[in-house]
Structure formats: structure tokens, C-alpha cells
């Protein structure tokens, strides 16, 4: 099953490199990195440390990656592909788990050149307003915006496999994380339960301390994988 797995991982791969749409995603991600980052940074008024302005670009980064994770499943079913993928490999469950995969690889991929390159960009932008720059090792509070990026992607990912739809997917998905999140936040502490302000705190500290780093990506996994439990089932259940 391992080496079935890695053989459809890899054609997954190979799928999502072919896929117009998802280099759109991709590049797109990368290019408003740049954008964001570079406008923050020459703004008199922002943040005059790279990592804090490419940390404020990460809720605008998001969208590329849920956009990432909707296409890696949902265009198949758009298409009728899916049918020729079952023929090819007729395990129900090496398919999504290599889907999976592929969207994590192109994912944190993504994710980490957008934040190299805002980072970049953010350096460039403090240096002609002559900003001194601190370097202070590793930031790993960017390595946990990564992360968050690829993760919050699998939500798209799941809500495509149970919808089996691109439109819909993305449409509840990015109304979830850009709209609705930042209400409830202003109404009621427990949005802080939701999957993408969980998920925030592996790179921006909860100012109440009701939950940590580890227990925020608690939170954003059970989410994923409730959602993704849902759509295993129903994807063993019905036809393609």
C-alpha cells in the first residue's frame, strides 16, 4: 500500500504542476506576499521590523493556499477526471491520502517562498526609509506561519472532498476564515475556537493566554479532521 501511495502521490504531483488554475494559486500567493509586505514596510505608520510586517500579511496569504487545497481535489470532480483516476487506482483510501500529500508539498512550498520573499521584500522596502534591521536568528514564528498556511489549506481541501465542488469549497471556505471569523472575533471570545484563529497561534500569541501554540493546532487539526472524516466516508460510499 506504501509504495501504491507513493506512486499516486507522485502522479498527484505531476497533476497539480499541469494544473493552470493551481500555478495561478501559487504564483499568485507569492506575488501578493510582495505586494502586502512591500506596502506595509513603506508605510510611515507600519511595522519597522521585517518579520512583524510579513506576519501581517498572512491573513492575505491564506487565500492562496485554501485556493490551493479547493483545486487539488475539487477539480476533478468538475472535470469527471476522477473517474480515471479510480480506474488507475482503485483504492479509496490511497486516493485521497496522495491527494493529500501532493497539496501539502505544493502547500509548504508556497508557503515558505512567500514568506522568504515578503521577508525580502519587507527588508528592501525598511531600507529605503532607513530603517536599521535586527536579525535575531531563525524566526520561528514565521516557520509556524508556514505551517499555518499549509494547514489551513487542508480545511479547503476537506470542505472540496465533502462537497465535491470547487465553487462552493472555496466560496464557504474563504467566507469562514475572512468574514465570519473576524465577526464573531468581535463579539464573542470563543471564536477563538475557530480553525483559522486557532491555527493563528502557531505564529501570533493568544493576548488572553487561553490556549497555547500546540493546543491552537490541536484545535485547527479537528477540525480537518473531522471535516476530512466526513469526506472519506462519504467518498467510500458513493460513486465518483
Same mark, same amino acid.
Given at each position: 500500500?506504501?509504495?501504491?501511495?507513493?506512486?499516486?502521490?507522485?502522479?498527484?504531483?505531476?497533476?497539480?504542476?499541469?494544473?493552470?488554475?493551481?500555478?495561478? $494559486?501559487? =504564483?499568485? +500567493?507569492?506575488?501578493?506576499?510582495?505586494?502586502?509586505?512591500?506596502?506595509?514596510?513603506?508605510? #510611515?505608520?507600519?511595522?519597522?521590523?521585517?518579520? $512583524?510586517?510579513?506576519?501581517?500579511?498572512? #491573513?492575505?496569504?491564506?487565500?492562496?493556499?485554501?485556493t490551493l487545497g479547493v483545486l487539488a481535489v475539487g477539480t476533478e470532480y468538475a472535470d469527471g477526471q476522477l473517474h480515471t483516476t479510480l480506474?488507475? *487506482?482503485?483504492?479509496?483510501?490511497?486516493?485521497?491520502?496522495?491527494?493529500?500529500?501532493?497539496?501539502?508539498?505544493?502547500?509548504? &512550498? +508556497?508557503? *515558505?517562498?512567500?514568506?522568504?520573499?515578503?521577508?525580502?521584500?519587507?527588508?528592501?522596502?525598511?531600507?529605503?526609509?532607513? *530603517? #536599521?534591521?535586527?536579525?535575531?536568528?531563525? #524566526?520561528?514564528?514565521?516557520?509556524? $506561519?508556514? /505551517?499555518?498556511?499549509?494547514?489551513?489549506?487542508?480545511?479547503? =481541501?476537506? %470542505? $472540496?472532498?465533502?462537497?465535491?465542488?470547487?465553487?462552493?469549497?472555496?466560496?464557504?471556505?474563504?467566507?469562514?476564515?475572512?468574514v465570519v471569523s473576524p465577526v464573531l472575533d468581535a463579539v464573542t471570545p470563543h471564536a477563538r475556537y475557530l480553525p483559522d484563529r486557532a491555527?493563528?497561534?502557531?505564529?501570533?500569541?493568544?493576548? /488572553?493566554?487561553? %490556549? +497555547?501554540?500546540?493546543?491552537?493546532?490541536?484545535? %485547527?487539526?479537528?477540525?480537518?479532521?473531522?471535516?476530512?472524516? &466526513?469526506?472519506?466516508?462519504? =467518498?467510500?460510499?458513493?460513486?465518483?
Amino acid at each position: 500500500m506504501i509504495r501504491s501511495c507513493a506512486r499516486a502521490t507522485v502522479a498527484e504531483l505531476a497533476k497539480l504542476s499541469g494544473l493552470p488554475a493551481a500555478l495561478a $494559486a501559487v =504564483f499568485g +500567493t507569492i506575488g501578493t506576499a510582495v505586494a502586502i509586505t512591500g506596502a506595509l514596510a513603506a508605510s #510611515p505608520v507600519g511595522a519597522n521590523e521585517p518579520v $512583524a510586517v510579513v506576519l501581517q500579511a498572512v #491573513p492575505y496569504l491564506q487565500a492562496g493556499t485554501i485556493t490551493l487545497g479547493v483545486l487539488a481535489v475539487g477539480t476533478e470532480y468538475a472535470d469527471g477526471q476522477l473517474h480515471t483516476t479510480l480506474r488507475c *487506482v482503485p483504492d479509496r483510501l490511497v486516493v485521497p491520502a496522495a491527494k493529500a500529500l501532493a497539496y501539502l508539498a505544493w502547500a509548504a &512550498g +508556497t508557503a *515558505v517562498a512567500a514568506l522568504a520573499v515578503g521577508l525580502l521584500t519587507a527588508r528592501i522596502a525598511l531600507a529605503t526609509r532607513d *530603517v #536599521p534591521v535586527v536579525t535575531d536568528g531563525l #524566526p520561528w514564528n514565521v516557520v509556524g $506561519a508556514a /505551517a499555518y498556511l499549509a494547514l489551513i489549506g487542508l480545511l479547503g =481541501f476537506a %470542505l $472540496a472532498a465533502l462537497l465535491r465542488a470547487v465553487v462552493s469549497a472555496l466560496v464557504v471556505t474563504l467566507s469562514l476564515v475572512l468574514v465570519v471569523s473576524p465577526v464573531l472575533d468581535a463579539v464573542t471570545p470563543h471564536a477563538r475556537y475557530l480553525p483559522d484563529r486557532a491555527g493563528g497561534l502557531l505564529y501570533l500569541p493568544d493576548q /488572553a493566554q487561553v %490556549l +497555547t501554540p500546540a493546543t491552537g493546532l490541536l484545535v %485547527l487539526l479537528g477540525w480537518v479532521v473531522v471535516l476530512a472524516s &466526513g469526506a472519506l466516508a462519504a =467518498f467510500r460510499r458513493r460513486d465518483a
